[in-house]
């Protein structure tokens, strides 16, 4: 166990090795609880290194039964071993040598799912970040790249699967029932993307025929029996291969590409070169039991993996300040992606949905940082939505700012440069300047300053001139140690459009830099003047999201219907409609708390009704629409001494006007958006689905009866809506006999599918109020939860943490106290597991005070816990501070 108290690194302090590693092999005898590995490890001495520095490995809990210095056993004096690491003095100077390193490990008691690890019989790794060295000493940083042989000595019976990055290089038997197999990985990689995997696994095969005319062998392992459910993932790794081909010009690389599915993993899946590892949650998938929402994600995943082979292992991090080059990078990939197999606009969409809901409160708490941080304890603390999620909004506005060829220009550089490299943040930035002789030096602040800036924002119009006047301000709130910022770069995506619907293009701008349709933001204060407007225009601002900002603009409520009804971009009128609820949702909030009534606002609701009901626009964009934004949305929005049970009362009394508003809406979107004939998991008949059963879920208020919910749950044929009818009945009529007997129909059905049952449990979970968390403890009783597994935890304790804000956030602070229990009962066996479910508290300052009175009680009883991981005290450090 990792419980020292980790000092904190610092990016200042980066320098390279003093010894390069010229070439890994590995020989792995494996055996559940006693695994031999032998790390010949052949190194030379940088030049210009000091020539007397000693060699020093990383270890974690590592015990060694021998060292060899060239084929000799070393002399006990000239090194020093401790579990974490391994020192040796009077090295050569300059020629190479080679040192043999025997560990003995045991995967079976290996919990924290870090290194080489045991699930359902099946032998697997995960090394990154700092995974590696839990199999062997190593320099275990990702500037240390090397070509590696991999020798594999297993069971044959119980594990006729043997893998490892690379090729296959070759297989026999190995006496006494045993095999071997050695693979070889001609492309050099820093040890966080090395992998192992042994077993005994089905699989499904296919082939891609690369833009060069290559043959690649593709294989996706899962476990028997369940080869059906990889078939939606083998396709969407075909066409992530070709959109890769066809947008970036990258081709894959190795002969063969093979995904492993298995059902414990800390995290969504990893890159690891020619031999990706997926939590079996974004692999498998059949209509039966999977949700549109769990094809999307595994399409994302998959593409996302895979494209890591150019924009994370092609190109490397230099260091783990780094890792928003291949992560926020990869991302972006991934969504530009997703929007070119689905709908755009929706995408989008459901992109800020999430980055708002995420990343902009871990940006306003006590957890904020910048996208490349420069200093860190625990660095699997930082594979955070600032990293991944702002850290792809950062590269979207590059192209923003540089335009689409300039991106695509910017990238090949980039791959041509640094191919084969380590890089920094700087390099990737200096290719976009240089291929587009552009200066993006006060755009790489984003890089540097935490928090999201607020930029708000004025108007007013001179008829007798045909002027429009825009204001803007920008300021970038303080964010742990950054108490002061300077002004940023803020690309503005806008349209002026005016009273018929059309846009106002205007003969000439001054006061700020603008280039096609964006704004160019750059100093504190800025004032555009747009000349030749012949009518007050409505702005439409920060179009499709072009930059992650708040935006504070004054705009009447007459003027967001009118851009969510006849804006050009389907994104825009999505994000008008927010701005129109948001602050309805506040002051209802605002009211419940003061013992005043709620009084809607009929423009929001007629407003939604017209656009759920216009049937010129795509229904999943019309399910989006309607969708409110939700409670954590609001409480973001009031900022501050926050109440959850008003917010959560509040937004249900505008939702419930709207509801009632014109039901026959609902009940025909409801009957006449069914999707007919077999289940097809495409984006459309998503769309189709989705709308669907917005309008149950409204229609469920109106009726005030859990009939129709229950009859949708018993007529339906696929996951997402038997699933969505389920979440009707139990969040609207918890106590109905209905909603029992459809729980317990569910249960038996799916007994035997884990990653169904955790539906049943995330659903329960979420069920809001106060009964919450006896619901939640009860589960945990039952026979299906399971808290050695990283998924069942994350779909009963955190969901319940993350995802019901008035059942977790009771004011008796009982939420707390269980999750604290939960966190110091983990945090020995899981502690990755343990930190990011405790980060569900990033905003409790935010609270109230007696709740947050009783949060801060919580955090500090975690803070004095005995022996607490590296992970969880620096989360619970930070959240004090
Ligand atoms: N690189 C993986 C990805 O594609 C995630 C690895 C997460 N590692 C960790 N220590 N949390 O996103
Ligand atoms: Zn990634």
Redesign the pocket.
């Known amino acids: 166990m990792r419980t020292e108290n980790g000092q904190i690194i610092h990016l200042a302090d980066y320098r390279q090795t003093d010894f390069v590693l010229e070439r890994v092999d590995l020989t792995f005898e494996l055996d559940p609880t006693e695994t031999k590995v032998e790390a010949r490890l052949i190194f030379h001495r940088r030049e210009g290194a000091d020539p007397s520095a000693p060699l020093v490995l990383d270890g974690d809990e590592l015990v060694m039964t021998g060292l060899l210095f060239d084929q000799v056993e070393m002399d006990a004096a000239r090194y020093d071993a401790t579990p974490d690491s391994l020192t040796i003095r009077d090295l050569p100077a300059s020629e190479p040598f080679e040192i043999t390193i025997t560990t003995m490990i045991n995967p079976e008691a290996n919990t924290q799912l870090?290194g080489l690890y045991r699930t359902n019989g099946v032998y697997c790794t995960?090394c990154?970040?700092e995974?590696f060295r839990r199999i062997t000493y190593f320099p275990d940083r990702p500037d240390v790249l090397s070509v590696y042989t991999v020798n594999i000595i297993a069971d044959k019976a119980s594990c006729p699967l043997l893998l490892s990055n690379g090729n296959f290089l070759g297989g026999a038997g190995y006496g006494e029932g045993k095999h071997f197999a050695a693979w070889f990985d001609p492309h050099p990689k820093p040890s966080y993307l090395f992998a192992l995997v042994a077993g005994d696994l089905g699989v499904v095969e296919d082939t891609f025929t690369t833009m060069s005319g290559r043959e690649v062998t593709l294989k996706i392992y899962v476990e028997h029996g369940k080869e059906p459910r990889a078939a939606y993932a083998m396709d969407a790794l075909k066409r992530s291969m070709k959109w890769d081909e066809e947008v970036f010009g990258r081709e894959y690389d190795l002969d063969i590409f093979m995904v492993v599915a298995v059902s414990d993993f800390?995290?969504?899946?990893?890159?690891n070169k020619g031999l990706n590892v997926f939590n079996d949650k974004y692999v498998l998938a059949d209509p039966e039991t999977a949700t549109d929402q769990d094809y999307a994600n595994i399409e994302a995943i998959i593409a996302?993996?895979y494209f890591?082979n150019w924009t994370?292992n092609r190109v490397t991090c230099r260091d783990w300040f780094q890792l928003c080059l291949?992560?926020g990078l990869?991302v972006y990939r991934d969504h530009e992606f997703s929007a070119d197999q689905r709908s755009r606009p929706v995408k989008r969409i459901a992109e800020v949905r999430h980055l708002k809901s995420e990343q902009f409160p871990e940006d306003a708490g006590p957890l904020a940082h910048p996208v490349r941080p420069t200093k860190y304890r625990e660095?699997?603390n930082f594979?955070t939505t600032t990293v991944?999620e702002k850290g792809s909004e950062v590269t979207r506005m590059i192209a923003t700012i540089v335009g689409t060829d300039g991106f695509k220009k910017g990238m090949d550089l980039y791959f041509e440069r640094h191919d084969g490299d380590a890089a920094t943040i700087e390099d990737f930035v200096k290719c976009f300047e240089d291929a587009n002789g552009v200066d993006l030096t006060q755009f790489s602040l984003w890089y540097h300053q935490a928090g999201t800036p607020l930029v708000s924002v004025s108007s007013s119009y001179d008829q007798a001139k045909g002027e429009f006047t825009l204001s803007l301000e920008q300021m970038i709130p303080p964010t742990p140690g950054q108490a002061t910022k300077e002004p940023m770069h803020i690309p503005l995506r806008f349209g002026l459009i005016s009273a018929d619907g059309s846009e106002a293009r205007p003969s000439a701008v001054t006061g700020a830099e603008v280039t096609g349709d964006v704004l160019h933001l750059k100093e504190r204060r800025q004032t555009a003047t747009f000349s030749g407007i012949a009518s007050r225009p409505v702005v439409s601002l920060n179009r499709s999201f072009s930059a992650p900002i708040n935006l504070h603009f004054e705009q009447a409520p007459a003027d967001l219907a009118h851009i969510a009804r006849h804006d050009g971009d389907l994104f825009s009128r999505w994000q008008a409609l927010t701005d129109l609820a948001l602050p309805d949702l506040v002051e209802a909030a605002r009211r419940v708390r003061a013992g005043e009534a709620v009084e809607p606002n009929a423009v929001l609701a007629d407003t939604l009704i017209a656009i759920a009901g216009d049937e010129g626009l795509e229904p999943a964009f019309r399910a989006q629409a309607l969708a409110l934004p939700s409670e954590s949305d609001i409480a973001r929005e009031l900022g501050s001494n926050n109440d959850p049970d008003a917010i959560r009362a509040g937004r249900e009394a505008v939702l419930a006007f709207v509801a009632n508003r014109d039901p026959a809406v609902f009940a025909r979107l409801f009957e006449s958006h069914r999707t007919a004939g077999a289940f097809t998991p495409d984006a459309a008949s998503a769309g189709q689905r989705a709308l669907r059963n917005a309008a149950l879920a409204y229609l469920a208020v109106s009726d005030g009866t859990p009939a129709r919910a229950a009859a949708a749950f018993a007529s339906a044929d696929n996951m997402t809506d038997l699933s969505a009818a389920l979440t009707v009945l139990a969040h609207r009529f918890p106590d109905a006999p209905e909603t029992a007997a459809a729980l317990e129909t569910f249960r038996a059905r799916f007994a035997d599918n884990a990653l169904v049952i955790d539906k049943w449990f995330s659903i329960q979970s979420t069920i809001p109020g106060e009964g919450a968390l006896e619901r939640v403890k009860a589960l945990m009783t039952s026979p299906h939860f399971n808290k050695a597994n990283p998924n069942r935890v994350r779909a009963l304790v955190g969901t319940f943490a993350f995802s019901n804000p008035t059942g977790f956030n009771r004011a008796d602070g009982a939420g707390y106290r269980f999750l604290a229990e939960q966190i110091l009962e983990i945090d020995p066996k899981n502690p990755?597991l343990a930190a990011r479910i405790l980060t569900s508290m990033r905003s409790w300052r935010a609270l109230e005070e007696v709740r947050s009175d009783h949060a801060r009680n919580a955090l500090r009883a975690i803070a004095s816990g005995e022996k607490l991981s590296s992970d969880v005290s620096d989360i619970v450090e930070r959240m004090l501070k």
Do not use: P
């Open positions: 870090m995960q990154e970040s995974g800390n995290m969504g899946a990893m890159e996302h993996e890591h994370g291949k992560e990869t660095i699997n594979y991944y990755q």
